[in-house]
């Protein structure tokens, strides 16, 4: 099945290897840094940062281009607004109220280049970090909001029911369209209300049988003893190490020179 | 609803086409892609089922029965070899002219699309498919999907909540919801039996029923054979499948492990548990009384009456 939920690549790199929660803060770090500076010099220091993180997650080119695809629309617009609405003053070409100036050009470059490099470096993320680990991760990074009394853990164990589930729906769905294309059901013709009305037959099953797991779970784990709110100990403690301790102060390095450069 | 050929519906009603549809599988091939590397799930499979018989297709979990039930269905397409319904492949539909398509009544493509709609398919778990708010109208979803006219549709769909044995006038309002999980069980394949189809697939339809429903499920299946439909019917209760069956198609690993009418010497039994099956009850009771397996009778009464 294609999904673009499941964006994670399977993998055991150096970049898989590190702890969600190091990957998660330098991404975050990198990303704001971005945005504080606009220079050329400076987004080429972060653009190499992340073509080094591309090449050492060991993903295919093809996994980064699923997750390009749907923004390159956002960075044309980007650009094309930026290109034509420029300063007037020095424009070498003006046509109504549309200015294309080098100071215009130049800047329309430069948002849509910093947006592809977000978008890398967020993509070396989710695609070399399993959602669960994520989840965890931020959970983690979430614990001090405890002490004002906001439920990260069950917000944490929320998601990540929710992922989990994600694709096991996936499949019910599958099944239920095939059950239903048995009986002579047909998805893909017709205009867009016709469309959503032959969808009925597939979605009165499947939000039926949403809350009849939901509830099956929700008893299974009372049953396991449950509680929410009280402090859960975990299988896997999540575990930074030296090359945690190396990303980070990588990162902080990129982002000095990025930032002074 | 849609823009049916009637040509359909003639074909399974008109006097003088067999009721049950003849099946054939030549070297039919199918994998499962997957991220990193397809998946194959049927290598080469091929067998024949005269119309009428009864094939019981028995194999391990993940050996392709499932897979091989959805193709013949047309949900999916065979990657290599063709599904020949009445003697007809999707080629040679598109290819030939009236001669091939013979009692399809119809030619081309739209001929073996057309004989694809009198092949029935009860999924593992069919209440998963229930959605209308009564019984009655889940039931005529698929018939009227085929274009009958409106006094067909519901002709047929008492027709077949009765053959269940689910009485209309008792459960044909009721919400589907509301119905038992035998009673959903029963609902579902009535889903399927209105469209009636001559060729039935049946993906593992005993599975978490009671044994009362059981028996009510196989005295229906019993009652569809006898009426001359086709019965494909994947499962792992080979005392079922014994007594439903009259031939049977083992897979194992996406490969024929064997086909044909049922083999239980020595040879069958090793085959059966090399599928983590064991041999009918019947046939080993046959074996420990001293009798020829081979000979053991297929239901408990004939078995009283040999015994007498």
């Known amino acids: ?261 | 609803m849609s823009g049916e050929a009637p040509a359909t519906r003639g074909a399974a009603d008109a006097a003088g086409t067999a009721r049950g549809m003849a099946l054939e599988c030549r070297a039919v091939g199918f994998s499962y892609e997957e991220a990193q590397a397809p998946i194959p799930a049927l290598r080469d499979v091929s067998f024949a089922l005269a119309g009428g018989r009864s094939l019981a297709l028995l194999g391990a979990s993940g050996s392709g029965k499932s897979t091989l039930l959805q193709i013949v269905r047309g949900l999916d397409a065979p990657e290599a070899g063709a599904v020949l319904l009445d003697g007809v492949g999707a080629a040679q539909a598109a290819g030939a002219g009236a001669g091939a398509a013979g009692g399809a009544g119809g030619t081309g493509e739209a001929g073996y699309a057309a004989l694809q709609k009198q092949v029935g398919l009860v999924f593992q778990t069919p209440e998963l498919q229930l959605f209308a708010s009564s019984a009655r109208e889940d039931v005529a979803f698929g018939p009227s999907r085929l274009g009958w006219p409106d006094d067909e549709v519901a002709a047929a769909v008492e027709e077949a909540l009765e053959l269940v044995g689910l009485p209309p006038e008792r459960f044909g309002d009721r919400h589907p919801y509301a119905l038992s999980g035998g009673e959903q069980r029963r609902l579902a394949l009535a889903g399927v039996l209105a469209m009636r189809p001559r060729l039935l697939l049946l993906d593992e339809p005993f599975v978490s029923l009671d044994p009362a429903t059981r028996r009510e499920l196989a005295r229906i299946l019993s009652r569809l054979r006898a009426d001359g439909v086709t019965l494909v019917l994947a499962t792992h209760d080979v005392d079922l499948a014994w007594s439903l069956c009259d031939e049977l198609l083992m897979l194992d690993a996406g490969r024929v492990a064997a086909a044909g009418p049922w083999d239980l010497g020595a040879a069958g039994r090793e085959l059966l548990a090399a599928s983590r099956l064991r041999e009918p009850f019947l046939v080993e009771l046959w074996r420990r009384l001293g009798r020829d397996p081979r000979e053991a009778p297929r239901t408990y009464a004939e078995a009283a009456e040999a015994l007498a």
């Open chain 1, 1 to 261: 099945m294609r999904t673009t939920v499941a964006q994670y690549y399977p993998g055991d790199s150096p970049i898989h290897r590190l702890d969600p929660r190091a990957k998660f803060v330098a991404v975050t770090a990198l990303a704001v840094a971005l945005f504080l500076r606009d220079s050329f010099a400076g987004l080429a220091v972060f653009a190499v940062a992340g073509v080094v993180a591309y090449v050492l997650s060991g993903v295919p080119a093809a996994w980064f281009w699923r997750a390009f695809r749907p923004l390159l629309w956002l960075v044309g617009l980007t650009f094309l607004a930026q290109m034509l609405f420029g300063p007037s003053d020095q424009a070498f070409a003006s046509w109504w109220v549309f200015h294309i100036s080098r100071e215009g050009l130049a800047f329309a470059a430069f948002l849509s280049l910093r947006l592809l490099v977000l978008v890398l470096i967020g993509s070396v993320l989710t695609l070399t970090t399993q959602p669960l680990a994520l989840t965890d991760g931020l959970a983690w990074l979430g614990r001090p909001l405890r002490k004002l009394r906001v439920p990260t853990d069950e917000l944490a164990l929320m998601v990540t029911i929710a992922l989990r589930f994600i694709p096991t729906l996936l499949v019910e769905v599958d099944q239920i369209m095939r059950a239903q294309r048995a009986r002579g059901a047909d998805f893909g013709s017709g205009g867009p209300v016709r469309r959503a009305r032959a969808l009925v037959p597939v979605l009165t099953p499947l939000f039926v049988l949403s809350f009849r797991r939901a509830d099956e779970l929700a008893l299974a784990m009372e049953a396991r003893c449950y509680q929410p709110g009280i402090v859960r100990t975990r299988l896997h403690p999540l575990k930074a190490g030296t090359a945690d301790a190396v990303l980070l102060a990588l990162t902080a390095a990129v982002i000095v020179l990025g930032l002074l450069i």
